[in-house]
Every structure is written in structure tokens, then in C-alpha cells.
């Protein structure tokens, strides 16, 4: 068992396929086959059940999926601490949603502008998954959302496992259709469907705090409609059958006025987190650029 081993059987859990594997990595589709093959003949378990051409992983298959994740993160870790002057190698960053869209585009046209050596990998996913990522050593950091109670459970509410610095503050709003009276609290609410990402979303989980605070057990519950964009919840409420819960940078990158009426419910810290003791290049380029430090143009 070698480091592209594990490579390769990563990829094809990733894929649920060896043809799509064989794509990512770029190599022969034989050679993804074989090499899958052998390694389950040498660790003596079956790491895949084969269904046609679907791949799913058995429960050994999971259990070693875990441990290719750290050392093969590990392993990027060392060779990147080798050259702790210079970023380059892979960097995988995770983020919510609404932080792609409305704060990363300037910082990541700037990091690979000067670092274009180092292989960027972004993907997104709510609080909670992205949390669990970073531990499971999937991501690299990742960009979460902070409720304000979190503070006061410790160092950035992280546990003993992580470590972040805050990057970015967001301002929560309540988005409401344009006809709605104004609200001060839950009590005033007269739309009955919450329009919402799907569970694990710090913003969702806040707005579902905010809910229960103002409604009395008398009230008529407040049904969840699970949507996969933002742009998608603005366009129910606009429709006047949901409210929402948007941050306003998001809000703000809407080319057209939208029909709809907001109400601030506070603010939330947007933290950069990394596993304790966690170290590369990569990663304090990627942080300088979120706290404005100016970026050096590379030289020739």
C-alpha cells in the first residue's frame, strides 16, 4: 500500500465509478481496475461492492477511506513544510455558499494570480459538513459561519480540535415578501412557510432559533421549504409564499431590485478554521489575502 494507491482509491470513492476516476486522475481505466484490485488482495477484504459499473463502498472500504484521508493530507502537510517560504502543492478550501459568492471571487483571483503553482480545490457545503470535513481531513480549512452564543464556549466555539480567526462579518436579514407588515419579532409573522438550505446551515439554524423565540406554543408551526440556492429562497419570497433568511452581501449581488422587505437579525462572524497544529504556506497566503494584507506581484 503506496501513497497512489490510496490516491486512486480515494478517487474512485469520490467517483463511484473507476471510468470517471480514471478521467480525474488521468490515467488508463485498466490501470485504475488493477491497482483497486490489488490493493484489496493485499489488505485481504473486498473495499468495494460492484454493482455494473457503480462502485460503493463496503464497510472496510469506509473505514480505510478515513485513514487515506489523513495520511494522504499528512503527506501533502510534509511535503508543503519542506518549503515553508513558498506556497505550492494542493489547497483545498471549503466554504458556505453564500461566502463563494459574495467574498471569495477577488481573494481567489488574487491568490492564483500570485501563486499559480498551487492546485486550488473549492468546494461548498453548510456549516456543520464543512466542519466535519476539515476534521476528517478532507479540507484543508474552510470558511463557517459563527452564531454570536458561540464565543462562550470557548475558543471561537470550535472545540479542542480546531482552531479559527475571523475573517469576514456578516450581517443576517430576515427577507420578507414586499407586502408584509413590518415585524419586530417572530409574533408578527404572517407567511407560514420558512424558505431554507438544508440542515447544518448555521444561518438556518438561526433563523430557526429567532422563530422559536417569538412564537408561543398556541401558534400555528412553521412549515420548512429546503431549497438548494439562495437564489431560489429570494425568488419564493418575492413570490410572496416563504420568508427567508439571507446575509446581506448576498443581497447585494442582485443586478435588479428585488420585491421584497428585509429586517436585520444581527450579525455573524465568518471564521477561516484549520485543524490544531495545522501548517502550510498555502493556507497563511489564503489568510493574509481574507484580512487584506497587499499581495506582492510575483516576479519574473
Known amino acids: 500500500m503506496d501513497f497512489l494507491d490510496l490516491e486512486i482509491f480515494r478517487a474512485v470513492a469520490a ?14 481505466q485498466s490501470n485504475v481496475t488493477t491497482r483497486v484490485r ?14 455494473g459499473k457503480r462502485m460503493t463502498l463496503t464497510p472496510q472500504g469506509q473505514t480505510l477511506l478515513g485513514y487515506a484521508n489523513r495520511l494522504l493530507a ?53 456549516t456543520q459538513s464543512l466542519i466535519e470535513q476539515v476534521l476528517g481531513h478532507e479540507l484543508d480549512c474552510a ?3 459563527r452564531p454570536p452564543a458561540a464565543e462562550a464556549e470557548g475558543e471561537a466555539g470550535l472545540g479542542p480540535d480546531l482552531e479559527g480567526v475571523r475573517v469576514f462579518v456578516e450581517e443576517l436579514l ?7 407588515p413590518d415585524v419586530t419579532d417572530a409574533a408578527d409573522l404572517q407567511v407560514g412557510v420558512l424558505a431554507t438550505l ?8 438561526l433563523a430557526e432559533d429567532w422563530l422559536a423565540r417569538g412564537r408561543s406554543a398556541g401558534d400555528r408551526p412553521v412549515k420548512r421549504l429546503e431549497l438548494g440556492s439562495y437564489h431560489a429562497i429570494l425568488a419564493c419570497v418575492s413570490a410572496g409564499t416563504s420568508i427567508g433568511v439571507v446575509p446581506r452581501s448576498v443581497l447585494e449581488l442582485q443586478r435588479d431590485p428585488l420585491d421584497i422587505r428585509t429586517h436585520s437579525l444581527g450579525c455573524v462572524d465568518i471564521l477561516l478554521i484549520r ?22 506581484p510575483p516576479t519574473s
Not at 102 to 110: A, H, I, M, N
Not at 174 to 180: E, I
Not at 200 to 205: A, K, L
Open 15 to 28: 467517483e463511484r465509478s473507476v471510468t470517471r476516476a480514471a478521467e480525474r486522475l488521468q490515467r488508463v
Open 38 to 51: 490489488q490493493l484489496e488482495e493485499e489488505l485481504g477484504v473486498p473495499l468495494f461492492l460492484r454493482d
Open 74 to 126: 499528512l503527506a501533502e502537510e510534509a511535503r508543503q513544510a519542506l518549503h515553508p517560504e513558498k506556497p505550492s502543492g494542493h489547497f483545498r478550501i471549503g466554504t458556505m455558499e453564500s461566502t463563494a459568492a459574495s467574498r471569495l471571487p477577488t481573494p481567489l483571483v488574487q491568490f492564483h494570480s500570485r501563486w499559480p503553482e498551487v492546485t486550488l480545490e473549492l468546494s461548498t457545503g453548510p
Open 143 to 145: 470558511l463557517i459561519a
Open 174 to 180: 430576515l427577507v420578507l415578501p414586499a407586502r408584509h
Open 198 to 205: 438544508e440542515p447544518g446551515c448555521t444561518y438556518r439554524r
Open 275 to 296: 485543524r490544531r497544529g495545522y501548517r502550510s504556506a498555502a493556507f497563511d497566503a489564503f489568510l493574509q489575502i481574507l484580512q487584506g494584507v497587499p499581495v506582492e
